[in-house]
């Protein structure tokens, strides 16, 4: 008080200044009291007779107390440094400077005071941070840490995929002869082979392209990284509040300045209306309609506006700006050296699976009751590994890290890197599990048998016979005990429950492209969350807030990835649907003994004559006269048992997949299936009857691929149609090969082409109506028009 009432008196006395100089020595003075790091004598007695006894404690107590605290003090951490001083800064403009502001602004106290603090700690928060990266030899660990980080990515991102060979099984860790055994369970069936999975687990763990060699280890480079965000982000506090707190010394210095400024301008309008009083009409008749000259006062105020704007209390970029974006570059560097490897050691996790490596998915309603499920009996619950969620919690953990330190420069770096490293080396490397998974459920060779269910299990066994050396051999030797046919039932029981599982995990690989754009989906909405809670807008900010945008194609690529793997998977089950699409159109003749003879796909009774109980099954033939229509329709059709054997063959894989991942291979098969049978209904001649029996047949069809599609937008014959062209053409052929004469079929043709869901050809057109055996080959080319050739 005693200071602001004197204050005002200084400026009259020419003291100003002094007042000033006096003032910043005394805040010096309190500024490294309060700073000081030095560490207490321990030697020396601690004297508790001056502290506060606080109620219950003894003398001895206190005295333990204080001593504990002294031992902390000399054993403080570099953020703990950086955390007393900034904390005594930021405390010591808080307290003192409204006060110098009121008294010793007019003679910009205020101003030197803030240069005066941010000297002070920034001279000392530069020495520490300058001396840590000295001691710990930082720039050296980031070169090394560069070098493990480009050897990572060498092994899991390059184009051949070959850069890890020499680790004994490249980018799955393993001998690939051994991949059936492990995926359909061996590898952890007993202790024995449990314990080898981990002995082997650990030593590819140990193949870390150098990083524990280098860098160090995982817990200790996490824990040297959470300390340096540490001091990023105390120094990035105190960086925004010195700033707030120039800012608003500056609008202070406006203030007042535009109090001066109002308080001449009355003055003058006080002594204008003065001086008309006294002088007005000399002052009327001397007036011009020229403009006045600027007054002396008004110029005064002009060079005042002039000298405020050039005035700069702190600069731009200064010494602990320049420090904390060194610390920042190479914090990123070493955060994306870690991040890889974490990724790495959840790679090498997922190649050697146990049951705890595979989840069921959660995402979506993937275990819905709108899918029926011929195989199980329900609808299984897809599988994915936990590759996918070790994976993005290491990136979002390490960016989030980043983005806690306040900095935007270190925080667009862990952004780009988090990009980065998702969108390269795990796209990368969950493409190629994928294309693992493609071989391993391939029909007749892989895990999935040709079409019979009842072959599933032997096709498996011929797989992990042909590649895995010892393949299936152990699940005998396990099953023994017994007698020698029941050790062979159990055998094949066992066998069949291990092909389940081995689908199921091969499943997983697809499953985990599909989880992983979704949660990657989500992390990019939690990372913008992050931003607008934490940055305040500006334009780095919005800079940042683009990085993180870049995971949108991320997303996308993980789709596209998706994608092409359900393709590759179709194009290496649609040969043997196509096969079992040429066995069914062709004639057959079904056994009369057994209970697959005596029943059909649905559960009923087929038809049976003579005294030989032998079933009849017809095969694809359209010319149908009433006494075979009337066969056709008691007996059991070539669509039946076509669907029956496309059934067996990839339900088991369908119903372990996502819904999505199942409706894209239902199509895929179906539209393989659809083109194959329309090239066998183009060699068949029609009837009438004949062409009620396709419309019978294709309705057959499209109500299997509804009844196993989960989507519900594809639940109708329009979508489903819209989604499958080839299917579609079916559909136009049966509703064409349908017509009751040739004028109907022009009319449906121009109708179905306005409504935009005609694709046949004219020729196309012609080609099917010539093999309605009741219409005239010359009557449907004039009625087309076209041209005979």
């Known amino acids: 008080a005693g200071l602001s009432e004197l204050t005002p ?65 000399q054993n403080q951490s570099v953020p703990m440094k950086l955390a007393r001083i900034y904390n005594a800064a930021v405390t010591h403009i808080r307290h003192h400077l409204p006060m110098v502001a009121y008294a010793l602004g007019e003679a910009d106290g205020d101003a030197a005071l803030v240069q005066l603090v941010h000297v002070e700690a920034e001279k000392r928060s530069v020495d520490i941070l300058r001396e840590s990266m000295v001691e710990r030899e930082l720039g050296r660990t980031v070169r090394r840490a560069e070098v493990v980080a480009t050897k990572v990515e060498g092994r899991y991102a390059s184009a051949s995929g070959k850069s890890g060979d020499e680790l004994d099984g490249g980018m799955f860790g393993m001998d690939e002869n051994n991949i059936a055994n492990v995926i359909m369970g061996l590898g ?7 314990t080898d999975i981990v002995a082997r687990r650990n030593a590819a763990q140990r193949e870390d392209c150098g990083f524990t060699i280098e860098v160090g280890n995982l817990s200790d480079v996490d824990a040297a990284l959470e300390e340096w965000a540490l001091c990023m982000q105390h120094t990035e506090s105190y960086e925004r509040f010195i700033r707030h707190a120039v800012k608003e010394v500056i609008k202070a210095r406006k203030l007042r300045r535009e109090q001066k400024r109002e308080e001449r301008r009355r003055l003058r309008e006080m002594e204008d209306a003065r001086n008309r009083d006294d002088g007005g009409g000399e002052s009327a008749l001397l007036g011009s309609p020229t403009t006045p000259r600027k007054t002396a006062a008004e110029n005064e105020e002009e060079f005042d506006d002039e000298v405020e704007e050039r005035i700069e209390i702190l600069p731009p970029h200064t010494a602990l700006n320049e420090v904390a974006a060194e610390i920042g570059g190479y914090y990123s560097s070493l955060e994306r050296c870690l991040l890889l490897a974490s990724l790495q050691r959840a790679f090498v996790h997922a190649n050697f699976p146990d049951d705890s490596t595979f989840t069921e998915v959660a995402i979506g309603n993937s275990s819905g009751g709108a899918h029926n ?97 010892k393949g299936l051999r152990g699940v005998q030797a396990r099953a023994g005990g017994g007698k020698v046919g029941d050790a062979n039932e159990e055998s094949a029981e066992e066998l069949h429950r291990r092909t389940v599982l081995g689908v199921a995990r091969a499943a997983a690989n697809f499953n985990d492209l599909e989880v992983v754009a979704d949660y990657t989906k ?93 079933a009849t099954s017809t095969a694809l033939d359209y010319n149908l006269d009433d006494a075979a229509f009337e066969l056709s329709q008691i007996s059991e059709g070539y669509i039946g048992r076509m ?147």
């Open 9 to 73: 008196l200084l400026a009259m006395l020419d003291m100003a200044e002094l007042g000033v100089k006096l003032y910043l020595e005394y805040s010096q003075s309190c500024l490294c009291a309060a700073m000081n790091l030095e560490p207490p004598d321990l030697s020396a007695p601690i004297d508790v007779s001056n502290m506060p006894r606080e109620e219950g404690m003894s003398r001895a107590a206190m005295r333990r107390r204080a001593e504990e605290q002294v031992r902390a003090q």
């Open 188 to 194: 952890g069936g007993g202790d024995a082979a449990g």
């Open 373 to 469: 499920s011929y195989y199980h009996g329900r609808r299984a619950a897809p599988l994915q590994t936990n590759l996918v969620e070790e994976c993005l919690f290491a990136a979002r953990r390490s960016t989030l890290r980043a983005f806690a330190t306040g900095h935007t420069g270190t925080a667009s770096a862990a952004a780009n890197v988090c990009v980065d490293v998702l969108g390269r080396v795990l796209l990368e490397v969950l493409t190629r599990r994928a294309e693992l998974g493609v071989s391993l459920v391939k029909p007749g060779e892989g895990l999935l048998g040709d079409g019979d269910q009842s072959n599933l299990g032997a096709a498996a066994f011929s797989f992990a016979k042909s590649t895995a050396g």
């Open 522 to 614: 989500r992390l990019e909405a939690n990372f913008l969350k992050e931003i607008d809670a934490g940055y305040p807008n500006a334009r780095d900010t919005e800079q940042l807030r683009m990085c993180v945008k870049g995971l949108s194609g991320v997303v996308e690529s993980f789709t596209q990835a998706s994608r092409r793997s359900m393709e590759e998977l179709i194009s290496v089950i649609l040969p043997r649907a196509r096969q079992i699409v040429n066995e069914s159109v062709g004639p057959r003749d079904g056994g009369g003994g057994g209970a697959q003879g005596a029943s059909n796909f649905l559960g009923g009774p087929v038809l049976t004559g003579g005294t030989a109980a032998k």
């Open 643 to 789: 669907c029956s054997s496309l059934d067996e063959l990839i339900e088991p894989l369908r119903v372990h997949l996502l819904p999505k991942l199942a409706d894209d291979l239902m199509i895929g098969i179906l539209g393989g299936v659809s083109k194959r049978l329309e090239a066998a209904i183009r060699k068949s001649k029609f009837t009438p009857l004949g062409a009620i029996s396709l419309d019978s047949d294709i309705r057959y069809l499209m109500n299997f691929a509804k009844d196993r599609i989960d989507s519900p937008e594809l639940k109708s014959n329009v979508t489903l149609c819209r989604a499958c062209p080839s299917l579609a053409r079916l559909n136009q052929i049966t509703l064409l090969m349908n017509v009751d004469d040739l004028e109907d079929a022009l009319d449906l043709i121009s109708v179905s082409k306005r409504k935009g869901n005609w694709d046949l050809k004219l020729d196309d057109a012609k080609t099917l109506l010539s093999l309605r055996v009741d219409f005239e080959g010359a009557k449907v080319n004039d009625l087309l028009q076209v041209d005979e050739e």
